[in-house]
């Protein structure tokens, strides 16, 4: 089955923008979460969306934001864009009540670039 | 606050040795432990996985050890193959996934 998608690949923005990033988990999937990473720094947990609800939250700024559709599929925004918000953000998906439950599984991120 | 550890950022290993990957981490109710492979503009990529109920797991060439009482793990990859180079991370299951800020892999020919 296809694996998890994330869109757009590359963006570059200018600071004081806005971004929307979009996430579509592997189908039957209805956990996505959502990683920053930054060189030397490892994946920073930003929030996992379960069922249309943030279910856990990480600590980053109001500035980031997200939310989970009906369909799993998820956003996550960042407000106000700073220079440090340049990195690649990950989203990853964990499945149903099944053998790799507690696996997540990442998408290829999407890398912004903030100028 | 890095509840996961992983202190060597790079490791270099000959092909066809064992390459031998660390990390530590220091919240005892993790209850599953993960190894993560990752290339460069590509997300990680799940290698193997253990409860904590285990103490050992294997998967090929890949054998992950896990020492509770020290809060130690370890991914042992044997033999190395110029293939693996990639950085490694390792991540503890709690409330969230915990990640380690990874190790970089470089199998020499």
């Known amino acids: 089955k296809a694996g998890v998608t994330q869109t757009p690949r590359y963006l570059i923005k200018t600071r004081g923008q806005q971004v929307t990033l979009s996430c579509s988990p592997i189908s039957g999937h209805r956990s996505v979460s959502w990683y920053q990473q930054t060189p030397g720094q490892g994946l920073q947990f930003l929030f996992e969306y379960f069922s249309e609800t943030q279910r856990n939250k990480g600590n980053f700024p109001g500035r980031f934001s997200g939310r989970q559709f009906s369909n799993s599929r998820s956003e996550m925004n960042v407000s106000t864009l700073e220079l440090g918000d340049s990195a690649l953000y990950l989203c990853?998906?964990?499945?149903?009540?099944?053998?790799?439950?507690?696996?997540?599984?990442f998408g290829p991120g999407t890398r912004l670039t903030v100028l | 606050d890095q509840q996961v550890k992983q202190n060597s950022p790079s490791l270099s290993v000959q092909e066809g040795r064992i390459s031998i990957l660390n990390c530590d981490y220091t919240n005892s109710m993790f209850d599953y432990f993960l190894w993560y492979k990752k290339y460069p503009a590509e997300g990680p990529t799940f290698l193997i996985s253990?409860?904590?109920?285990?103490d050992k797991n294997e998967d090929g060439r890949f054998t992950v050890f896990l020492n509770k009482s020290a809060k130690h793990l370890s991914l042992h990859i044997v033999p190395s193959q110029p293939g693996d180079s990639a950085v490694y991370f390792c991540?503890?299951?709690?409330?969230?996934?915990?990640f380690g800020t990874g190790t970089s892999l470089t199998v020499i020919p």
């Open positions: 253990i409860s904590s109920i285990k």
């Open positions: 991540a503890a299951s709690g409330n969230q996934f915990y």
């Open positions: 990853a998906s964990k499945g149903p009540i099944t053998s790799d439950a507690d696996t997540q599984y």
